[in-house]
C-alpha cells in the first residue's frame, strides 16, 4: 500500500518561513492536498492539487510537487499557524493520509 | 452556507454495531462524493471510507472492509456509515467530509465537527 511519510514535528520562529515535506514514490505525479488541524478543530484544507489554495486561505500558504516529496510552505509564520498538518494523497483505491506534522510557532 | 453536521456516535461494547450519519447542506448533495475519516485520540487522520455521489462506488480502507458500510440518501441530503463487529481500535472521533469533486483524487474541502465513537466493555 501506498504510504506517505512526515517530519513528526517542525519548529519555526515567530515571522519565519516554514517548510513541511511529505515523501511518498513518485507523488510528483499525483494530487497531493494538505490539511490544517487546530487543537480541538477540525481539519481545514489548506492546499489542494499540490499548489493550489482554497478561497480564503492566506497566499502565505504555498504548496509544491516534485519527484518524490510535496512540501508545504508557510511564509511569515504566525501564532495562529500553529496546529498539526497533514498531506493527503489518493492512490487509485484508496485514501491516504501521511501521519501528520505538528507545526510550532517559537 | 455548506455544513456537515454528525451524528449517532456513542459508547458500545467491542463486538456490536452503531450507526452514523451526517446531514449535509447548502451544496448539491448528489453531485460530490462523500467520504468517513476517523482519528483515534492522540493519532492521525484515518480514512475509513468513500462513495461517489450516485452512491453506486464505495471505497473501504482494509481494516474495516467487511464490517462497515458506507451509504448515502441523496433524497434526504445524508451520508451513513454502519459499523457493525466493533473492535476497541475502531474508538475515534468519526468526520465525514465532503469530496471537492467526483473524483475519488479531489481533496476534502468541508468537514463535520465529527461524532465520537467509544468501543469498550
Known amino acids: 500500500s501506498y504510504e506517505l511519510t512526515q517530519p513528526l514535528s517542525v519548529s519555526v520562529a515567530l515571522g519565519q518561513t516554514a517548510r513541511i515535506t511529505c515523501g511518498g514514490n513518485?507523488?510528483?505525479?499525483?494530487?497531493v492536498h494538505w490539511y490544517q488541524e487546530r487543537p480541538g478543530q477540525a481539519p481545514v484544507l489548506v492546499i489542494y492539487?499540490?499548489?493550489d489554495r482554497p478561497s480564503g486561505i492566506p497566499e502565505r500558504f504555498s504548496g509544491f510537487t516534485s519527484g518524490n516529496t510535496a512540501t508545504l510552505t508557510i511564509s511569515r509564520a504566525q501564532a495562529g499557524d500553529e496546529a498539526d498538518y497533514y498531506c493527503?494523497?489518493?492512490?487509485?483505491?484508496?485514501?491516504?493520509f501521511g501521519g501528520g506534522t505538528k507545526l510550532t510557532v517559537l | 452556507e455548506v455544513q456537515l453536521l454528525e451524528s449517532g456516535g456513542g459508547l458500545v461494547q467491542p463486538g456490536g454495531s452503531l450507526s452514523l450519519s451526517c446531514a449535509a447542506s447548502?451544496?448539491?448533495?448528489?453531485?460530490?462524493?462523500m467520504s468517513w475519516v476517523r482519528q483515534a485520540p492522540g493519532k492521525g487522520l484515518e480514512w475509513v471510507s468513500a462513495?461517489?455521489?450516485?452512491?453506486?462506488?464505495?471505497f473501504y480502507t482494509d481494516s474495516v472492509r467487511g464490517r462497515f458500510i458506507i451509504s448515502r440518501d441523496n433524497s434526504r441530503n445524508t451520508l451513513y456509515l454502519h459499523m457493525r463487529t466493533l473492535r476497541a481500535e475502531d474508538t475515534a472521533l468519526y468526520y465525514c467530509?465532503?469530496?471537492?469533486?467526483?473524483?475519488?483524487?479531489?481533496?476534502?474541502?468541508?468537514w463535520g465537527q465529527g461524532t465520537t465513537v467509544t468501543v469498550s466493555s
Open positions: 492539487r499540490g499548489s
Open positions: 447548502g451544496f448539491t448533495f448528489n453531485a460530490y462524493g
Open positions: 513518485n507523488i510528483g505525479r499525483t494530487n
Open positions: 467530509a465532503k469530496h471537492a469533486g467526483i473524483s475519488g483524487g479531489d481533496a476534502f474541502d468541508i
Open positions: 462513495l461517489s455521489g450516485s452512491g453506486d462506488n464505495t
Open positions: 493527503q494523497v489518493w492512490d487509485g483505491t484508496t485514501v491516504v
